[in-house]
């Protein structure tokens, strides 16, 4: 498979934990951890995507910080609001096995999903090509 038909699978996957993020803003009927697992797993494969356009092999990590830090390694320029999804990389692992209600907070969904699927649109973005 080219870098370009990975990217394209992956931003595919990507748009289908958007579509369940979408479903999920009601805070009564999904838990904080599904929500952020979904949010976290968007970003991730949209972030391989971004390093597969640009040719450069994915670290195997659900690590945020680390794919971000791949692209900027790869002179690939990100705009600095995305960097700001790192705080989604704890739901990949961690609140998978411990609730998250337990910090006494909840996120704001309505912004968390505006957030990723403009990051997702964007990397969608720089595939299209000029």
Known sequence: MSDGENARRLLALAAKDLQALEGMLDTKAFATEIFGFHAQQAV????????????????????????????????????????????????????????FDTLGEDLDRADILRRVTEFVTHVGKLGSGP
Do not use: I
């Open 44 to 99: 991730e494969k949209a972030l391989k995507a971004w390093l597969s356009f640009a040719g450069v092999a994915c670290p195997r990590t659900h690590d945020l910080g680390v794919l971000f830090s791949s692209l900027s390694q790869s002179a690939q320029p990100v705009p600095p609001d995305f960097h700001a999804l790192e705080q989604l990389t704890d739901f990949a692992v961690q609140f998978r096995y411990e609730a």
